[in-house]
T-cell receptor, first 114, second 114 residues
Framework: GDSVTQMEGPVTLSEEAFLTINCTYTATGYPSLFWYVQYPGEGLQLLLKATKADDKGSNKGFEATYRKETTSFHLEKGSVQVSDSAVYFCALSAMKTSYDKVIFGPGTSLSVIP | DTGVSQDPRHKITKRGQNVTFRCDPISEHNRLYWYRQTLGQGPEFLTYFQNEAQLEKSRLLSDRFSAERPKGSFSTLEIQRTEQGDSAMYLC????????????FGPGTRLTVT
């Protein structure tokens, strides 16, 4: 079945470091891909999305490119801030019958230290 | 628009008791979803509604679980005869039908069964 795999955490970085969180997926057809973020004590928020191959999603300095050939959607940010500390979830949505079911990876916890 | 809201935010109950959670989606959204999230995992799909019709239920949703959306607006999720294994975060999300992949999540209800 469809699934998402992402790198295990926790990840700890110093402020202004470069961030990469790896994500790979398995799906039939052509899923849409997402990164969601969950800040401490808050609900999940959609961070960025890409709906077709080679699309690049971007938001708040984060980027991810939909790579169909490697079935990947790695999250990157050039310079992280303390406020980026959160749990990041890679997800996909593949059309199943009449609805788009979102399947989440296990999440990667990021801590950014000053 | 105040986003998706859920009530209560936290619920502690004893094994065997019944609990009910409420979700108020974004008003223009006609789709409403319930997910369950356990510690260290991504959310898992439970069920979803298109207006007042419940169109899909996961195998995770045992007979002790029931969800309603009587007027196509707010939804309730009831768990009867709670078990310790039901302890989790219960998340609600909503979306437009035409953009079902873009789901907006509430802050969740954390259930602890003692």
């Amino acid at each position: 079945g469809d699934s998402v795999t992402q790198m295990e955490g926790p990840v700890t970085l110093s402020e202004e470091a470069f961030l990469t969180i790896n994500c790979t997926y398995t799906a039939t057809g052509y899923p849409s891909l997402f990164w969601y973020v969950q800040y401490p004590g808050e609900g999940l928020q959609l961070l960025l999305k890409a709906t077709k191959a080679d699309d690049k999603g971007s938001n708040k300095g984060f980027e991810a490119t939909y790579r169909k050939e490697t079935t990947s959607f790695h999250l990157e940010k050039g310079s992280v801030q303390v406020s980026d500390s959160a749990v990041y979830f890679c997800a996909l949505s593949a059309m199943k019958t009449s609805y788009d079911k979102v399947i989440f990876g296990p999440g990667t916890s990021l801590s950014v230290i000053p | 628009d105040t986003g998706v809201s859920q009530d209560p935010r936290h619920k502690i109950t004893k094994r065997g008791q019944n609990v009910t959670f409420r979700c108020d989606p974004i008003s223009e959204h006609n789709r409403l979803y319930w997910y369950r999230q356990t510690l260290g995992q991504g959310p898992e799909f439970l069920t979803y509604f298109q207006n007042e019709a419940q169109l899909e239920k996961s195998r995770l949703l045992s007979d002790r679980f029931s969800a309603e959306r009587p007027k196509g607006s707010f939804s309730t999720l009831e768990i009867q005869r709670t078990e310790q294994g039901d302890s989790a975060m219960y998340l609600c999300a909503s979306s437009y039908t035409s953009r079902a992949y873009e789901q907006y999540f509430g802050p969740g209800t954390r259930l602890t069964v003692t």
